[in-house]
């Protein structure tokens, strides 16, 4: 896994929670359950069985791959349209081109992140290039869907280009953990990441036998998802392991331990770590559309139909077929 690292953690800032502080419980463990998406890459649907009042402000989460292709195997999205939330695309084997029809777009790998505010509307396209496509390799990374409030819904689509190295690299405090925060405030320290929605989004690697014991904004809901290893959550120490998403309750840090022996490969138990501030408004959600009522969704798939949703640039290599999203019914 080559996202962005360091040789020697004892470098970087330490963060820690509090003497004192309350530990969030553990509410629920979900095992995410196996598909495939775009083209037919495999994903683990991480929300899959989640009441989206303990997700909020967060709507979708996939784990695309990880995955080993043979050449002429790696496989993306067709063009296809988005409104009312932002989707982050955060890559940690592997490589993806983005295009959209607000002209944004570029290349991200081994620890890049793409984060595309569809507000409005806009259509874009994720695929290997065609280089990778020809010799094949791991893929491995997320797709995170986080919703807008009412009130921004209706911004004009942006697009940020997070390289791997923007991200801020911290450690635990015993630096048996490295944290790689991408947005939001982590104990005083904050990511690259600029959001409508307060949230912080964090990919921690915590060595064979170590414990995170981080720092929450109280405000911020909670929530652990294990790419990869096995140990335990919370201070009840509730077993967890590769596809798993933990949901904690209330309190201001959280405690995560990898198992002495995790896992083949690298040895360390990899997290995503993920809260928000609830935005606490009614979701209503039908394929690439995020809205608050069903109206909304029913004229987002007339405006997709009209063309009102932007239109597929020349773009050099990119392939130009539309994904046609099912307007028969789609709240039904």
């Not at 405006?303 to 539309?322: K, M």
Request: hydrophobic content about 40%; some cysteine.
């Amino acid at each position: 896994m080559p996202a962005m690292t360091v040789d020697d953690r004892t470098s970087l800032p330490r963060v820690t929670a509090a003497e004192g502080a309350r530990q969030r419980p553990v509410r629920s463990v979900t095992t995410a359950p196996r598909g495939f998406e775009g083209e037919g890459f495999p994903v683990r649907r991480a929300f899959e069985g989640v009441d989206l009042r303990d997700l909020d402000p967060f709507i979708h989460l996939d784990q695309i791959g990880e995955v080993d292709y043979a050449p002429g195997e790696p496989k993306g999205t067709p063009w296809h349209p988005h409104r009312g939330f932002e989707t982050v695309t955060y890559m940690m084997d592997g490589v993806l081109r983005h295009n959209d029809s607000e002209g944004g777009g570029g290349i991200i790998s081994d620890g890049d992140t793409q984060w595309m505010t569809a507000g409005k509307g806009i259509l874009h396209i994720e695929t290997p290039p065609e280089e990778i496509v020809a010799a094949g390799g791991r893929f491995h990374g997320l797709q995170l869907w986080v919703n807008l409030p009412g009130a921004q819904k209706w911004v004009d689509p942006r697009y940020q280009d997070l390289a791997g190295e923007q991200v801020q690299l911290l450690a635990t405090s015993d630096a048996g953990a490295l944290l790689r925060l991408i947005a939001g405030d982590l104990g005083g320290t904050w990511g690259p990441g600029s959001t409508y929605t307060p949230m912080t989004m964090v990919h921690a690697s915590v060595d064979p036998g170590a414990q995170l014991v981080l720092p929450w904004p109280v405000e911020h809901n909670c929530l652990v998802y294990v790419l990869n290893g096995r140990g335990t959550v919370g201070v009840e120490q509730r077993p967890v392991q590769t596809g798993q998403l933990t949901v904690f309750g209330a309190g201001d840090a959280l405690t995560v331990a990898a198992h002495p022996g995790s896992q083949s490969g690298s040895g360390t138990m990899e997290l995503l770590l993920l809260g928000g501030r609830p935005i606490r408004e009614p979701v209503a959600w039908a394929g690439p559309f995020v809205m608050n009522t069903e109206a909304e969704v029913r004229q987002a798939f007339e405006d997709f139909n009209a063309g009102r949703l932007g239109r597929i640039p020349a773009v050099h290599g990119a392939p130009t077929d539309l994904l046609v999203a099912e307007t028969d019914s789609p709240l039904d």
